[in-house]
């Protein structure tokens, strides 16, 4: 067990990915950046590989793994058959920020890595480091977060090296990843395909590409979770935080300074715009409300900002339930466990 970085260097056309490549044909885990969050990658067809992604994360192994591909070819190698409306998809979104649950084709992944199911979560990701490093290891990688189990997933090699140090065999440097939320999970093996997680590609997007679609029940809080992964907490920051729709500045203002009476430390993450003149312990200024893809690329590493503060409690501004924004509230609420300030 030991960990090195092996930093990409664009002008020398990624050799230290030729290294990575080898440890991942040989078993290994190595963090790679995709466009969306870092990954925690090891070669799909095998089970001692898979097996190290779950030790190194203390992930539940009822949590199925998504699968990354670089070519076409590899998903003819991989599932039964491609329906028309799974076509449509794959044409119009990847590489890019789309998860696909397929019929799964038997014998050719580790059980570990559906956790029993009988379907199979595939992505082509568009990050040049991700495709390249599935290139020349040979094989598919499943590829958690590379995240520990239940914190927010990492944007930067940093986060990964915080989180996973000593536990993996290598993390490619690639720099701040872009989407900075996960990929959307869609189910097509059900009729309406439903959307399991939402993610980088938005619901509109999705339907102006194949016609109606609908969100999981479990999205909505009314139902038992599809996606096994959704039962867990997720996302959250070591001090408790908690939601709130600012409507004024005054009212948030004037919560801070009873939380403060009460002798809590209080950290705020917010948008500039909110964010400014107010008086608190630790600000994390995630963007402008302008601009809701810039505070989902921020949002992780806002949330794990305040874990090198010394803050009891954190106010999360909430957003608007539209576009990418129901993305980063997916993601709020789970850290929030669901708790607002009204
Ligand atoms: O953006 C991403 O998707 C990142 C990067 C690394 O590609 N990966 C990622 O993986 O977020 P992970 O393991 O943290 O999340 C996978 C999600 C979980 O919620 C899991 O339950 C769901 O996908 N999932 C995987 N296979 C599934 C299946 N066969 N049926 C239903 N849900 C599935
Ligand atoms: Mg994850």
């Not at 949590?63 to 329906?83: C, G, K, M, R, W």
């Not at 509109?204 to 992964?229: F, H, T, W, Y």
């Amino acid at each position: 067990r030991w960990t090195v970085d092996i930093n990409v260097d664009k002008e020398s056309g990624y050799p230290q990915i030729s290294e990575a490549a080898e440890y991942l044909r040989n078993g290994h885990v190595i963090a790679f950046p995709t466009e969306t969050v870092y990954g925690l990658g090891a070669d799909a067809t095998s089970n001692t590989a898979v097996q190290r992604i779950f030790d190194a994360k203390g992930r539940p192994s009822d949590n199925p793994l998504i699968v990354h591909i670089s070519s076409a070819d590899q998903l003819s190698e991989l599932v039964e058959e491609v329906t028309e409306v799974e076509y449509k998809l794959i044409q119009s979104f990847w590489p890019g920020p789309l998860t696909i649950i397929f019929r799964k084709k038997a014998g050719v992944f580790s059980d570990l890595v559906t956790a029993g199911l009988q379907s199979i979560g595939l992505r082509m990701p568009s990050h040049p480091v991700a495709l390249e490093l599935i290139r020349l290891a040979g094989k598919p990688l499943a590829a958690p977060s590379a995240n520990t189990s239940g914190k927010p997933s990492p944007t930067t090699a940093n986060h990964v090296f915080y989180d996973l140090t000593g536990k993996v065999s290598g993390i490619v440097d690639g720099g701040e990843t872009g989407v900075g939320l996960e990929s959307t999970v869609i189910d097509c093996t059900v009729s309406p395909p439903t959307i399991l997680r939402p993610g980088g590609v938005t619901k509109d997007e999705i339907e102006r590409c194949i016609g109606q679609v609908v969100m999981d029940a479990s999205l909505k809080g009314e139902n038992a979770p599809r996606s096994p992964g959704m039962k867990y907490t997720h996302y959250a920051p070591t001090a408790p935080l908690y939601l709130m729709k600012v409507k004024n500045k005054e009212t948030l203002q004037v919560k801070i300074n009873d939380l403060q009476a009460e002798g809590k430390r209080v950290g705020l993450l917010a948008t500039y715009e909110t964010a400014a003149d107010i008086q608190t312990d630790h600000i994390a200024e995630i963007g402008s409300v302008s601009n809701l893809e810039e505070v989902a690329r921020r949002l992780y590493s806002g949330i794990r900002s305040f874990d090198e503060t010394e803050v009891d409690l954190i106010v999360a501004e909430a957003y608007p339930y539209e576009g990418i924004g129901i993305a980063i509230m997916n993601r709020l609420e789970k850290a929030a466990g669901h708790k607002w300030i009204l």
